[in-house]
């Protein structure tokens, strides 16, 4: 069954330093997603890109952040200048087509981000 | 706007009885809602969905929730817990109009005791 990956599983960095999260959503898929969770909080809405786009940003998704779909396969979330508040837990999903298709998202494992 | 409200963060049952994990939502619009569950280190698998066709909304695993306009009530139910249903569980609502982003509930921790 199709399924979307993301990598690394684990990243931790220096405040400060620039990070790239990779997702491959499912290949069939035309909408893509980042949520976050930080650890004891709600899954949050990040952003969300549609035919190299960004179709919806959260309050989150400030000027730090930037996704990118450099290629037919994968899908990029990167953070310019990490802070230690952006450590958290942060899920890729996409989603097929129109109507009730979109609807549903599949998530990817999760990337854990630690800034230190 | 829109929001669920998970009553419970953990439920505790035995193998063998049943679960009921409980959600209420807020929204202007018949929803579509999702529950959505996570095992330790894994990402988050849909469990089942309902975008306003029947009512009873069968899952994967057993699984099964009801949507209950009146109540504004999405539980998600399954009538024999067994030890691998121990995850992590989110009611989820997705939002009317735009890119239907996901807006999540808290979570409940379902432990499964032999």
């Known amino acids: 069954e199709p399924e979307v990956t993301q990598t690394p599983s684990h990243q931790v960095t220096q405040m400060g330093q620039e990070v790239i999260l990779r997702c491959v959503p499912i290949s069939n898929h035309l909408y893509f997603y980042w949520y976050r969770q930080i650890l004891g909080q709600k899954v949050e809405f990040l952003v969300s890109?549609?035919?190299?786009?960004?179709?919806?940003k959260s309050e989150i998704f400030d000027d730090q952040f930037s996704v990118e779909r450099p290629d037919g396969s994968n899908f990029t979330l990167k953070i310019r200048s990490t802070k230690l508040e952006d450590s958290a837990m942060y899920f890729c999903?996409?989603?097929?087509?129109?109507?009730?298709?979109?609807?549903?998202?599949?998530f990817g494992p999760g990337t854990r981000l630690l800034v230190l | 706007a829109q929001s669920v409200t998970q009553l419970d963060s953990h439920v505790s049952v035995s193998e063998g009885t049943p679960v009921l994990l409980r959600c209420n939502y807020s929204s202007s619009y018949s929803p579509s809602l999702f529950w959505y569950v996570q095992h330790p280190n894994k990402g988050l698998q849909l469990l089942l969905k309902?975008?306003?066709?029947?009512?009873l909304v069968k899952g994967i695993n057993g699984f099964e929730a009801e949507f209950k306009k009146s109540e504004t009530s999405f539980h998600l139910t399954k009538p024999s817990a067994h030890m691998s249903d121990a995850a992590e569980y989110f009611c989820v609502v997705s939002e009317i109009g735009g890119y239907n982003k996901l807006i999540f509930g808290a979570g409940t921790r379902l432990a499964v005791h032999p």
């Open positions: 309902y975008t306003s066709a029947a009512t």
């Open positions: 999903a996409s989603s097929e087509g129109e109507g009730a298709t979109r609807e549903t998202q599949y």
């Open positions: 890109f549609y035919n190299n786009e960004i179709s919806e």
